[in-house]
């Protein structure tokens, strides 16, 4: 079974990467992958780099929300709603 670092990569390897528009330019990147003049870019990734950016965003809004008193929050939180609300 993948580790959630693993299946990050994993996705990111099967993407595809985008393809040029102009027909004549579609046609020689397909011959060319073909022929194995160009080879498809893998997507590298740090792992650890992963795991420590989706470990500060687990924990991330509660700390903030714990470090900001109730008056800070109510204020943020009419600020977020005029915002989603008042258009």
């Not at 590298?44 to 950016?53: D, T």
């Not at 714990?66 to 709603?81: D, G, H, N, P």
Request: hydrophobic share 40%; proline share 5%; aromatic share 4%.
């Amino acid at each position: 079974m993948l580790d959630r670092a693993s299946k990050i990569g994993y996705i990111m390897d099967m993407r595809k990467p985008k393809r040029p528009r102009d027909p004549n330019q579609l046609a020689k990147s397909i011959v060319d992958l073909a022929t194995g003049e160009r080879v498809e870019p893998v997507a590298a990734f740090n792992v650890h780099a992963v795991e420590l950016g989706r470990l500060g965003g687990l924990k991330g809004g509660k700390a903030r929300a714990k470090k900001l008193s109730k008056a800070q929050r109510v204020r943020i939180a009419k600020k977020a709603a005029k915002a989603r609300w008042g258009k």
